[in-house]
């Protein structure tokens, strides 16, 4: 908390608010620590999806495959670019886009992947790397979920042409209101995205781009600076209590997937079951609070009418079944040990 009021004050004295020193700084250090050439900080995660889509210089109504099981802002970025979504089934073991399901969803029209980083756990980046540069598809990773997370020792965000982050307060590496960055290697899309998040215009009064207002103020630059030192200290600790669930829930339970080569940073942990519903009932009755990621599926969310078609059977499973435990650095490992001792305390009968 010192820290954080230390820089809040830094912040106030200078009478510098938007696009100063604080923001450059936090640019540099979260570049260098995800191992990129640019960060570009914006206002949101999901500015940061719709500025790179556009960024990309897409033909206008481009098809970009997504996740069918994404949180929405992916696909409201997609269509806010001005491009139609296509819906891509998951692996039911990880909540990630399926590799083995995109050639049918491949259309004349297809352009672009964006891929979701669900839960903290990086998609299968080896298999849809091979599948993109096959088809000579651009590639964005929407990473709100991932702050660190890794397939092999490539951070997420950089897999791609640009890896977009969401710093909402709840998040990893969370500031304290609405931001978000891009990172990219392409020096052009980094000079673009520079002008683009400010009315177009790197040049006070003259504008390059038809632009928006998504500029990263100083005070969430300084906060996310102090985070991001303690990032790797806060994602082993939820780590930690990503093992004791591991270790003390039950067998009924359909636990998250672990692979060798992945290192997930549980943004959440998500167990599933056929009753779910019921379970969180019981587990509320006991005095725990859990979550729903998430009670809709897209193609059944009323803004969602005439844009995306089809079944996903799927992704309904899996909004019908997931449920998401406590694990914030809030909570300590005696209270993620009781959360499992009362999810064994359901009757599965």
Known sequence: MAELEAAAARVIRSGWYVLGQEVSAFEAEFASYVGARHCIGVASGLDALILSIEALDLPRGSDILVASNTYIAT???IVRAGHKPVLVE????T???DPGRLP???TGNTRAICVTHLFGKACRMDAIGTFVCAHGLKVLEDCAQSHGARLGAQITGTFGDAGCFSFYPTKNLG???DAGAIVTDDDGLAERLRHTRNYGSKQKYVNRYVGINSRLDELQGAMLRVKLRHLDAMTAYKRALAE???ASLPAWVVKPVRRPDEYDVFHIYGIRHPRRDALRQHLLDHGVKTEIHYPIPPHRQDAMCGILAGSYPVAEELHATELSLPISIGNGVDEVRRVAKVVSMFSTD
């Open 104 to 106: 049918q969803a491949m």
């Open 244 to 246: 004791v669930y591991f």
């Open 95 to 97: 909540f990630n886009m």
């Open 90 to 93: 998951p692996e039911l073991e």
């Open 175 to 177: 500031a304290i209101g």
């Open 75 to 77: 696909i409201l970025a």
